[in-house]
């Protein structure tokens, strides 16, 4: 059993342990969870102490968690989150920053940020995060690791804290491409029957926003795959900005949030840090009819992409973060600034619901950052596989 000492990473109200239920493909695997997901008998805390003490133990444990420790993964705790989930920064005012290893002196990321460092510091192989708005590709770009956002429902998110139920998934962060390949194999997800991938599509206001550092070493990769990595104006073409599909993103969130949540909010919203509190007040106050219009825009963006994917049988490459992690020390109007910036990339998978993989590129001067990989639903398979190619070489 594990002693909690950093409890900037580890959540004192536990548990601190869970042994393997069976053996399996993860017999030997080490995990931790985000402290979103229940544990039966242990309170799910969403990363703010007044959660924690307005609500009653977990009554069932999230299948997710049941499913590792079934395949022989031994758990060592739950891990922290930024408050409510609702921040990509992995900054927690009550509990602390986690120290990014990659980074030191830079934000580590969230939402997921104690499933990220605890990975990050090679304390166990893999963790399991929740993506809602980018809270497992960020912390994974910020601290260096692969992160694997999967299709919307493709993994069970039962038993676990809702933020916004059109964007919610179950996502996990590891080390290595081959632990998180064993890890998705394990969890028995929803395999894509498609063609092959022939091509990569860099849309170019994503390309703007790649260094040539950080481009040159995603062409290697795309060398080392045999892969053709095609650029193109879709977004333009279809009178699409990556700052509107955040706008959009963040009204339908917010809208979501504020439905299910706003009731707790009004009563304890000052327990919450500034940032976050700002956030959920605006959230309050979106209307229904802007959620709707948010809505109709989401659903006309998500059939064009999935049309995109399916007629030229490509998978996107992205950036999965503008840059590398931003500094601790960064204002908040400039870190804000930058969050509009990250949302746009963030926001392609959040709203069609697709599956993103984020792979880190080691070495830039930025900082830890990479590429992502987002194909068509249930494609999972084929974006790890690719990704395999593109680090080793066919």
Same mark, same amino acid.
């Given at each position: 059993m594990m002693t909690i000492q950093d409890t900037s990473v580890y959540c004192a109200q536990g548990p601190q342990y869970l042994g393997p239920t069976g053996q399996g493909i993860l017999t030997g695997y080490q995990f931790v969870?985000? %402290? &979103?997901? %229940?544990? +039966?008998?242990?309170?799910?805390?969403?990363?703010?102490?007044?959660w924690l003490t307005t609500h009653l133990p977990a009554v069932a444990t999230s299948p997710l968690i049941e499913r590792c420790l079934s395949l022989g993964a031994e758990c060592l705790g739950r891990v922290q989150t930024d408050e409510l989930a609702y921040s990509l920064n992995g900054q927690n005012c009550h509990y602390?920053?986690?120290?990014?290893? /990659?980074?030191?002196?830079?934000?580590?990321?969230?939402?997921?940020? #104690?499933?990220?460092? /605890?990975?990050?510091?090679? +304390?166990? %192989?893999?963790? &399991? #995060?929740? %993506?809602?708005?980018g809270s497992v590709r960020v912390p994974a770009s910020y601290c260096g690791l692969f992160g694997l956002r999967p299709t919307l429902g493709a993994l069970s998110l039962a038993h676990c804290f809702e933020l916004a139920k059109s964007f919610d998934t179950a996502g996990v962060l590891a080390a290595n491409l081959e632990t &998180?390949?064993?890890?998705?194999?394990?969890?028995?997800?929803? /395999?894509a029957d498609s063609k092959p991938c022939t091509h990569l599509y860099l849309d170019k206001q994503c390309l703007s926003l790649l260094s040539k550092p950080r481009l040159a070493a995603i062409q290697q990769y795309c060398l080392n795959a045999q892969v053709a990595l095609v650029e193109g104006d879709w977004l333009a073409e279809n009178h699409i900005q990556l700052a509107e599909l955040s706008d959009v993103f963040r009204t339908v969130q917010g809208y979501e949030i504020a439905q299910l949540h706003g009731e707790w909010l009004q009563k304890h919203i000052t327990s919450l840090d500034p940032a976050i509190a700002e956030r959920a007040t605006w959230a309050l106050e979106i209307s229904a009819e802007q959620y709707q219009q948010g809505v109709a825009k989401q659903q006309q963006f998500s059939r064009l992409l999935m049309s995109q994917l399916q007629d030229n049988q490509c998978f996107w490459l992205l950036p999965t973060t503008p840059s590398g992690p931003p500094p601790l020390d960064m204002p908040a109007a400039e870190l804000a600034n930058y969050r509009s910036y990250l949302m746009g990339l963030t926001s392609i998978a959040g709203l069609s619901g697709l599956p993103q993989l984020h792979i880190p590129l080691a070495g830039l001067a930025e900082g830890p950052c990479g590429f992502s990989l987002l194909g068509d639903k249930y494609q999972e398979t084929g974006l790890l596989a690719l990704a395999s190619m593109m680090e080793k070489g066919i």
């Open positions: 969870f985000k %402290d &979103l997901f %229940d544990v +039966e008998g242990f309170v799910t805390g969403a990363g703010n102490p007044t602390g920053t986690p120290v990014n290893p /990659a980074a030191p002196h830079c934000i580590p990321g969230g939402s997921s940020s #104690g499933s990220a460092v /605890a990975v990050a510091r090679g +304390e166990v %192989d893999f963790s &399991l #995060g929740t %993506d809602t708005g &998180l390949t064993t890890v998705w194999n394990g969890l028995g997800a929803k /395999a």
